[in-house]
T-cell receptor, first 110, second 114 residues
Framework: SQQGEEDPQALSIQEGENATMNCSYK?????LQWYRQNSGRGLVHLIL?????REKHSGRLRVTLDTSKKSSSLLITASRAADTASYFC??????????FGAGTILRVKS | KAGVTQTPRYLIKTRGQQVTLSCSPI?????VSWYQQTPGQGLQFLFE???????NKGNFPGRFSGRQFSNSRSEMNVSTLELGDSALYLC?????????????FGSGTRLTVV
């Protein structure tokens, strides 16, 4: 089962612009994680934000978490062509089971 | 250090056959999980192993099974393949089975059932 919705489903921007992706989830969480997937390959862990955190930064990535709205957003600043990928949020259910959103396909045009 | 290694990368099988996929986790990682990714269903959890024990299983039929060896390497088996089993199968490893860390994924095995 999917955790929730990701919005938008697809995003196309120019290099240098910022990209924002949103994720909603359904259950209480300990943490929320974001992953990137390049062209049907493996997932790369980007960032993890704990339920008691509201914002976290890692390089050009900024993640926010609003537990009252059960939502999170991922901001990629100054995007590059190499950022073209699918981005997934994931929460953890009992037994260390990752539950993923449907993903956002990001295309960065150079 | 080496990442998570999945073999083979690509596989074509015929309906009714069975298939075994292999996953070698990062050295020292004892938890291995498997996921199926399809265009229709997205990423779905299959099962998780820790110290050779299956700790959790997703909503998949009994045709899907797995195991973990004493060196933490894991295999998953799908018997009596169906067309709908065509998917990217991803393996993930972590140091210990905890919710507090991200997972490291392999590049996946692309299974095509014809």
């Amino acid at each position: 089962s999917q955790q929730g919705e990701e919005d938008p489903q697809a995003l196309s921007i120019q290099e240098g612009e910022n990209a924002t992706m949103n994720c909603s989830y359904k259950t209480s969480i300990n943490n929320l994680q974001w992953y990137r997937q390049n062209s049907g390959r493996g997932l790369v862990h980007l960032i993890l934000i704990r339920s008691n955190e509201r914002e976290k930064h890692s390089g050009r990535l900024r993640v926010t978490l609003d537990t009252s709205k059960k939502s999170s957003s991922l901001l990629i600043t100054a995007s590059r062509a190499a950022d073209t990928a699918s981005y997934f949020c994931a929460t953890v259910e009992y037994g260390n089971k990752l539950v993923f959103g449907a993903g956002t396909i990001l295309r960065v045009k150079s | 250090k080496a990442g998570v290694t999945q073999t083979p990368r690509y596989l074509i099988k015929t309906r009714g056959q069975q298939v075994t996929l292999s996953c070698s986790p990062i050295s020292g990682h004892r938890s291995v999980s498997w996921y199926q990714q399809t265009p229709g269903q997205g990423l779905q959890f299959l099962f998780e192993y820790f110290s050779e024990t299956q700790r959790n299983k997703g909503n998949f039929p009994g045709r899907f099974s797995g195991r973990q060896f004493s060196n933490s390497r894991s295999e998953m088996n799908v018997s009596t393949l169906e067309l709908g089993d065509s998917a990217l199968y991803l393996c993930a490893s972590s140091l210990i089975p905890t919710v507090d860390y991200g997972y490291t994924f392999g590049s996946g095995t692309r299974l095509t059932v014809v």
